[in-house]
């Protein structure tokens, strides 16, 4: 059974980075598409960016200046970094799998809430 | 981006009702569209891909159809558990998006 698991702060400060890392167990990293979502709280949700598991990456346009995804394909995770963090990045961060040319993100972490504040 | 606009954005409904959630794209998606399911708390779960392929392990009653911009996803019968917020998703293009979701709640 593929199991992801989110880790990381809880609470950033204004104007720093937030970094989460994703460890998927059960299936490898490879050759799978790994994504970054976001959902504020009440509200729906954000796609952030994937990597492949070779490392190329795709970020959504509204964030790209601030964000970077990487992989560690040794320890089966990959990692969110989003930098100068506000308040509006307050959200569930979740990470989830989707397989190539499939249209679906078929596995979920089961999300973990960062609140951004001083 | 593509925007997803789903209607109703809450709807009340029994068990044992019929209920259909539209979901439409501002352009051309082709058959690109998932729906997922989500219950307080929780992490999305996929129901149907392909705007037509039920994932496996999803019961029956869930049915999903359309093509181009204009999606449903159908519950036939609803039961107790099937209560929570639903959201479509388009992965026909960048930047990936999302409806901002249909709350089916008790009657």
């Known amino acids: 059974q593929v199991q992801l698991q989110e880790s990381g702060p809880g609470l950033v400060k204004p104007s720093e980075t937030l970094s989460l890392t994703c460890t998927v167990s059960?299936?490898?990293?490879?050759?799978?598409?790994w994504s970054w979502i976001r959902q504020p709280p009440g509200k729906g949700l954000e796609w952030i960016g994937y990597?492949?598991?070779?490392?190329?990456?795709y970020y959504n346009p509204s964030l790209k200046s601030r964000v970077t995804i990487s992989v560690d394909t040794p320890k089966n995770q990959f990692s969110l970094k989003l930098n100068s963090v506000t308040a509006a990045d307050t959200a569930v961060y979740y990470c989830?799998?989707?397989?190539?040319?499939?249209?679906?993100?078929?596995?979920w972490g089961q999300g973990t809430l960062v609140a951004v504040s001083s | 981006d593509i925007q997803m606009t789903q209607s109703p954005s809450s709807v009340s409904a029994s068990v044992g009702d019929r209920v259909t959630i539209t979901c439409r794209a501002s352009?051309?998606?082709?058959?690109?569209l998932a729906w997922y399911q989500q219950k307080p708390g929780k992490a999305p779960k996929l129901l149907i891909y392909?705007?037509?392929s039920l994932q496996s392990g999803v019961p029956s009653r869930f049915s999903g159809s359309g093509s181009g911009t204009d999606f449903t996803l159908t519950i036939s019968s609803l039961q107790p558990e099937d209560f929570a917020t639903y959201y479509c998703?388009?992965?026909?293009?960048?930047?990936?998006?999302f409806g901002q979701g249909t709350k089916l709640e008790i009657k």
């Open positions: 989830a799998r989707h397989p190539a040319a499939t249209g679906k993100f078929d596995y």
């Open positions: 059960g299936d490898s990293i490879n050759p799978y598409y």
């Open positions: 990597i492949y598991y070779t490392g190329s990456t």
């Open positions: 352009q051309g998606i082709s058959n690109w």
């Open positions: 392909s705007a037509s």
């Open positions: 998703h388009q992965s026909n293009s960048f930047p990936y998006t």
